[in-house]
Every structure is written in C-alpha cells, then in structure tokens.
C-alpha cells in the first residue's frame, strides 16, 4: 500500500509564495500518476495538479495554471506542488493523490475516484 505524506503548508499573505512536498513510501516513476487536491471549508475537493506516471505530462486546474507547478523528484519519490501569486480562494488543506496507472502519458484531476491513495493533508492559509 503505497503511503502518502504532505508537509510545506502554512499560513501566508496574497501574493506570496508557498512549496508544497509530496513524500510517497515507494516508487513512483512509470507506476503512479501523482495528483493534488485541496478542499477549502464547506466546499467540494477539486483537482489542482497531476503529474503523469511516464513523467510527459502534467495537467492544471484553470483556477491555478500560471501560477501553480507541479515537478517530480525522480530519484526521492517526491512530488512537489510550487504555488506562486497565492490569492485567499486558494485557502484550503492541500492532498497528495496517487493512481495507479503504469507508464501513462496523461492524466487528470477531473475524476477524484481514480485515485486510491491519499495522504493526510497539509493545511495552506493565504491572508489578504
């Protein structure tokens, strides 16, 4: 069972800039399509990111492209989230996802039930 772990949120003001660190338990590189997620009070989780398994593809929720991005760190196991331009809306606690998916060249954040395995979550607060 592949084990999923976020740190780097926090509290920050509009404007500023936050990195977020996926740490998975195994490997990832061409097994695991590697996604985030975030779920701000009384709302629905809604995809932020992916970074597909071969690693040719990455994927952007409107709300964030151009200021968001997603990299991967091959040799750790590490995906990471790089948020620039933070704005209040991006308030939320912030979810590290993995599916399944063997040498895929796409991926998407439209469909939440794809991905199995989740991490606890790391809370981002942006002040205006």
């Known amino acids: 069972q592949l084990q999923l772990v976020e740190s780097g949120g926090g509290p920050v003001q509009t404007g500023g800039s936050l990195r977020l660190s996926c740490a998975a338990s195994?490997?990832?590189?061409?097994?695991?399509?590697i996604a985030w997620f975030r779920q701000a009070p009384g709302k629905e989780r809604e995809g932020v990111s992916c970074?597909?398994?071969?690693?040719?593809?990455?994927e952007y929720a409107d709300s964030v492209r151009g200021r968001f991005t997603i990299s991967r760190d091959n040799t750790k196991n590490m995906v990471y989230l790089e948020m620039n331009s933070l704005k209040p809306e991006d308030t939320g606690t912030y979810y590290c996802?993995?599916?399944?998916?063997?040498?895929?060249?796409?991926?998407?954040?439209?469909?939440?039930?794809?991905?199995?395995?989740w991490g606890q979550g790391t809370q981002v607060t942006v002040s205006s």
């Open positions: 996802a993995a599916d399944w998916n063997p040498q895929s060249t796409t991926c998407t954040v439209l469909r939440k039930g794809r991905y199995r395995h």
């Open positions: 195994g490997r990832i590189v061409d097994y695991y399509v």
């Open positions: 970074f597909s398994s071969s690693g040719t593809s990455t």
